[in-house]
């Protein structure tokens, strides 16, 4: 449960908000790198932290990205073209360079230096893996990089995909840091998805619905572990690391990519789930980036044209309950991904946390808040660095082991918890 | 013409406001019960009085009608299963009980009483007649079941349907008690209609266009009587009786089925008309129950797996000029039931009564409106119990009769206007 | 730029504001005369200003404008019965003439006088052209009838047209008097458009892209002046007249047909773009005539049945990259009208105009701005009548002319920009 003073300050983040001030510390994930395919194509319309936004990928392959209505009066630059070295207004011919620099103003002299003056805000857009990733703080803070592994290893071993998801980031980013409702909702998935099915470890999973969680402070955020019981009194781990703000890694499963998230706010009732699948150490087969592509795993299909899910809430996500019956898919949504969404949306644009009993396989969620609320307090306050801004937090891997029961799992798993290039994941 | 206050007062039914609380002071009709046609069948979404509830009917048969969000983290228990005596949330398996009450919580162990102490608000549900009622209000002023004739007749004797509608209950409960319209609005309908044509007194409705309006005081609200001039200076009665807050009984018409509606408040935008058909003395025939499935008498047609009539305002209620012009549909709109929707829709979702020009024939809506305001005022000041919630208020025909014009229609009529089992209703 | 408060000012029209009531000075284009086209024909819904009207044409062809809402219970007039000389509620047959007058409520008795107090806000409706005028101010002010020369010229030499844009008027209507943006946003059109190519005079905005702007008062707005340069040292000059509030004619290209505008406020987050083409001394041509009609040069093509344009913001306008790459479409929007209007639209409902920096091209609309707030300042002030009402500022015509470069335009075309029968526009 949360006062309505710390829902409202975890949930609102446009620019004057200290979460959206906090948020405007990271580097974001702004568009799949696909969106932008070529020199001079069209510009693509971005919405990000209540921001509208123009991405573009000028005649040099820059990428940029900027306030997406033109200086002059207004209009859309998703009208605009797109030719050389800049992306022009369609209304007047204002053209811009790929860091929203006026470069041309047709009917003043270039001698009158008024399109020097003229400049619309403008952020970095910079390609790591199959994203293009946008820092939208201030210029002083800027920090290195993306260091996530799923970006830096090669092409052949990483898939991502992008979902519009309708409600707030904080409950979609709640939903991929709980380890517990794998046992309820994806119940049915664990044994037919092709990206999750025929782990050695899924039977713990379904054996064990009462997991015990175990939750330590890891340097950019929170390692959480769910213990299930295994054989000979031993203990089934799966380990969730999360990283501030909104960076989740699902716990794999045998040798299959390994998955994970970023939930990054369009809006304070919209959000990016971002899924990402990668294998630190080899190909995908064709058979699991096929998967992908078709929507298992933690990816799904869509609306034709568009970003939305094909099962989404007009549709009420194509409920099956003849499906739910049998027992195929719990909650009667087909599909890993839709299921989490389908709940998440279904608590409204921003659930009340105030109305919340907790519990506590809920003490992953309880810590991520309460270590959110205290990062945005002390950055308000002293501007103190968030955590998960450095590289170095930005590190981390999931984990899936088999432990005997005296070990404690962050001191067992120390190393596997860690990006070891050329090391596989620890996986059962 | 009302003033704003009392406007709001009697338009406005959240729990938070007079109106609201008068409201849940009756059984409402909440679900037909085929929408719950089978124990263990999937539950189903209902908004009513500004609430978002969900109903589901579980191994025992037993109805269960309460809050649609899970106590923890609030998903929608539509999503949920209906399984072994209770419905259980798909994202961490918490399970609930008919009342309400939480009876499973997964990951707590049973003897720690957590789950004891998780109730969500539930409301009783109980079948009677088609219809599943519930009665929202406090425990201890907890009323009788519904005592309506429609619904305590043998099955093969009625029929019920349910239709939204997308304007404030009162609205549309004063179309229901607002017999000077027929001679307009419905006149084209009077000569077609399966369910009105034929009888004896249609003739009288035709010839007289200036009813002259009487209205008494009943237990439980209005009689309502619209007198036209019949043969050999004798009247031509049709007598309506309204109940508190929202029922309403058409007066009957030759030995057709009797019908009549409940008007119940979703929102304060919306309302559910129920509308009912029966015969207090025979079972209906195959032709007049095919007749209201089809959509005639006060029924209507839906868009396929909704209760959204198909003629609606998106798109203009299928709108025919060419039967207005012939004078087979006064308003150009089919069916007495969206000829009374469409223009009551088309007032805006809250009409503005400070701005009406009302007239003798308006008589019973001033009426009415004035036992309301006087009914939820006592209520709300000494406690009063309104008028309407006990069964032999419910106890009330609708009447068509013919009558010496020296007989007041009251007195002449008082044994006809109460329900008298064996007995068939007065009707010309 | 503006301040918060002269946006404000200048956008908002409702009756209470004081641009809404610089609107209600003016005779207003409210439908085109084809919407009416028979006696007793249906009723049409109409908003203007704010304002929900109906309109109709009684049995006597006398054009009626009115409170959209029967003045008894409030139902909408658009169901009502188009019947002898007058326009009859569906409900209860409240019946109403052409200028709003009640003329009888069939439950009271005529002699009570009832009737003869109930009057609905009415307002004139007169055919002048191919256009039904209103006129929604006191009727103090009325002023002479609409005297543009567009519709007093006979009907083979006149084509009308009018189109739903999602925008405010303001937005729309600084469009109409924009000439620098014809040069990049119509540079494709120029050259393909059936009613725009082949005027020798394109060669020059083709080739001059920055446009000299000279703009002079007018009685009864501005005179704007393009100069772009011509051979020989002289200037070729393109002349739009703007008449208070919102009247606008483009410039004239060989000998096509005139066009022009008007943009009047739906309500502040829409408009109506009315479009006219005509010839000051001869019929339009058959091919003309078809070329408007399918939606070529100010024209569009219509979702039909409705007054929306095929192209909108929920198809994105049929955005059209290919066309846009090859410089067909400069914008990637296909029609002159509607690559105005999604350039508008794209601006938002109402533009922020304290964003903006405005150029010098932007000289007309810093002036239209001004004289529109120094003229609703003065009426709310002094009462002082604005301009544009009176017939003589409404015989106005554009010109495009080639004139030596020591020759002030409005000089040397002082004949040419006002209204001759019997002769041609000036154009080149």
Known sequence: MLTREVNDL????????????????????????????????PPVRVKLLGER????????????????FCAHRGVSLWFGRNEQDGLRCPYHGWKYDYTGQCIEVPSEPAESGFCDKIKLKGYPLVKVGDVLWTYMGDKEHRPPLPAWEFCNVPAEQTFTSKRWQESNWLQAMEGGIDSSHVSFLHSGSLQTDPLFRGAAGNKYNQADRKPVFEVVDAPGGLFIGARRNAEDGQYYWRITPWVMPSFTMVPPRGDHPVHGHFWVPIDDENCWAWSFDYHPTRALSD??????????????????????PRQNK????????DAQRRGETYSGVWGIALQDASL?????????????NLVSTDNGIIMARHRLKKAVQAMMKTGATPPGIVPEH?????????????????????DDLRVRPGVKQTSV
């Open 10 to 41: 975890l949930t609102q983040t446009g620019a004057d908000r200290p979460m959206g001030q906090m948020f405007r510390r990271y580097w974001q994930p702004a568009l799949l790198a696909s969106e932008l395919p070529d020199d001079d194509c």
């Open 53 to 68: 936004l123009i991405a573009f990928r000028d005649s040099k392959g820059r990428y940029g990205l900027m306030d997406e």
């Open 287 to 308: 058979h699991e980036r096929q998967s992908m592509i078709d929507g298992y795993g933690v990816h799904n299909q869509y609306v034709p044209g568009t970003f939305r």
């Open 314 to 321: 007009d549709n009420d996500y194509l409920m099956d309950r």
């Open 344 to 356: 998440q949306e279904s608590m409204g644009p921003i659930v009340d946390r105030t109305k919340e």
């Open 394 to 414: 930005q590190q981390v891997r999931s984990v899936a082991a088999v432990l005997p029961a005296d070990k404690p799992f962050a001191e067992a798993c120390r």
